[in-house]
T-cell receptor
Framework: AQSVTQLGSHVSVSEGALVLLRCNYS??????LFWYVQYPNQGLQLLLK??????LVKGINGFEAEFKKSETSFHLTKPSAHMSDAAEYFC???????????FGTGTRLQVFP | NAGVTQTPKFQVLKTGQSMTLQCAQD?????MSWYRQDPGMGLRLIHY???????DQGEVPNGYNVSRSTTEDFPLRLLSAAPSQTSVYFC????????????FGQGTRLTVV
């Protein structure tokens, strides 16, 4: 069975600092991996996805993630945090399609001035 | 573009009442699904459908019914609401092929008292 672990339910950074949100997965088949962002009282918006090919994936708003098969990880990074990045971030895995997503428990990012 | 539309946005029910959460998409996606979001638990799959007339259970189906009579609509029915069903419900849709993403509605916040 697939599963996702997000380390750290809350992460706080200063504006301009590096953002690192951790995601580890387990999957018996080559995974499709996703990062979604949720702003307060909003739905989920796709930040980026890994399906096949290049392991470094660039997404919207300056975020990127690297698929590391040996570490079963898909950590999300952004070089310089902005106040508008404050939101909840979800890592998700699927068996190869965008359906039947298995989500992590989420990480709430706070950005301080 | 409307995308995925959920109604209502907010609902308060008394224990034992029934109601239907509506979900409609205008992207001609084959796959539709319902998730519930609870604090500290991420999103969990309730039911999903791969096309009109076909539905299946997800991780947490108890207490919920679904049907898919058209490609566009995928309503979620609570037959006898319980306080444990207090949650935020999200509908999602995606085309059934690889290298794509799930599109989420804005959510329905349901409180059962």
């Amino acid at each position: 069975a697939q599963s996702v672990t997000q380390l750290g339910s809350h992460v706080s950074v200063s504006e301009g600092a590096l953002v690192l949100l951790r995601c580890n997965y387990s999957s018996s088949v080559p995974p499709y991996l996703f990062w979604y962002v949720q702003y307060p009282n909003q739905g989920l918006q796709l930040l980026l996805k890994y399906t096949t090919g290049a392991t470094l994936v660039k997404g919207i708003n300056g975020f990127e993630a690297e698929f590391k098969k040996s570490e079963t990880s898909f950590h999300l990074t952004k070089p310089s945090a902005h106040m508008s990045d404050a939101a909840e971030y979800f890592c998700a895995v699927s068996e190869g399609k965008a359906d039947k997503l298995i989500f992590g428990t989420g990480t709430r990012l706070q950005v301080f001035p | 573009n409307a995308g995925v539309t959920q109604t209502p946005k907010f609902q308060v029910l008394k224990t034992g009442q029934s109601m239907t959460l509506q979900c409609a998409q205008d992207m001609n996606h084959e796959y539709m699904s319902w998730y519930r979001q609870d604090p500290g638990m991420g999103l969990r799959l309730i039911h999903y459908s791969v096309g009109a007339g076909i539905t299946d259970q997800g991780e947490v189906p108890n207490g919920y019914n679904v049907s898919r009579s058209t490609t566009e609509d995928f309503p979620l029915r609570l037959l006898s609401a319980a306080p444990s069903q207090t949650s935020v419900y999200f509908c999602a849709s995606s085309p059934i092929n690889r290298d794509t993403e799930a599109f989420f509605g804005q959510g329905t916040r349901l409180t059962v008292v």
